[in-house]
């Protein structure tokens, strides 16, 4: 069984909060005590953390991310990713997968923050991504340096969740206007730069 962010703690608000630290160490504890939880009940995947970056101010799930920063998202992405998905002795050191490890289902790869004026992808209405001075790449670095480059002993978060918008582009240099479950360039993309692990949908 998988499920979101389990507890008061890591509820909506708490990933940016835990952004304002600018502190590593406090993000991975605080992941890894999730992930205690979370097996202490039975469930072995998290959907999260959130890596999308915080980059259009209207949109309603930037409370949920890292920030705007893409050096940060990424360098907190990895210890959040870490703390889930790696279980520690009683030394603090990394033993890798254990019972104590789980699943980090990161997302919204390639990025959900650029939302067009704000709108939420999960409605119709918000069904678009823009990317203003050509920011597809720069929304991929909490995923491709981030999540998927770890430098603890599970190397890489196992899954990923895809947003649920349409990358928009007027030369179609972001593939067919689908969204991000049924958009071929974007899962090349995944698999064409080392991820070989579940892409839900």
Request: glycine share 10%; no cysteine; aromatic share 10%.
């Given at each position: ?132 001075g050509d920011g597809f790449a720069t929304s991929t670095i909490p995923f491709f340096d981030g999540a998927f480059n770890l430098d603890s002993a599970t190397k890489t978060a196992l899954a990923v969740m895809p947003s649920y918008s349409i990358a928009w582009s007027e030369d179609g240099k972001y593939g067919e206007l689908v969204g991000s479950n049924f958009s071929e360039y974007k899962t090349n993309l995944l698999r ?10």
């Amino acid at each position: 069984p998988s499920m979101d962010p389990p507890s008061a703690y890591l509820r909506k608000t708490t990933p940016l909060a835990l952004a304002a630290t600018f502190d590593e160490e406090v993000v991975q504890e605080v992941y890894n005590t999730a992930a205690k939880l979370m097996r202490s009940i039975g469930v072995f995947e998290m959907l999260g953390p959130q890596s999308d970056m915080a980059t259009e101010p209207r949109w309603s799930r930037a409370d949920g991310t890292f920030g705007e920063d893409p050096a940060l998202a990424r360098d907190l992405s990895k210890a959040a990713v870490t703390g889930l998905q790696s279980s520690f002795d009683a030394d603090g050191n990394d033993l890798g997968w254990g019972n104590e490890s789980v699943i980090s289902q990161i997302k919204h790869f390639p990025g959900d923050g650029p939302a067009e004026a704000g709108r939420e992808s999960h409605q119709d209405f918000g069904k678009y991504n823009v990317y203003p001075g050509d920011g597809f790449a720069t929304s991929t670095i909490p995923f491709f340096d981030g999540a998927f480059n770890l430098d603890s002993a599970t190397k890489t978060a196992l899954a990923v969740m895809p947003s649920y918008s349409i990358a928009w582009s007027e030369d179609g240099k972001y593939g067919e206007l689908v969204g991000s479950n049924f958009s071929e360039y974007k899962t090349n993309l995944l698999r064409e730069n080392g991820f070989d692990g579940i892409i839900s949908t």
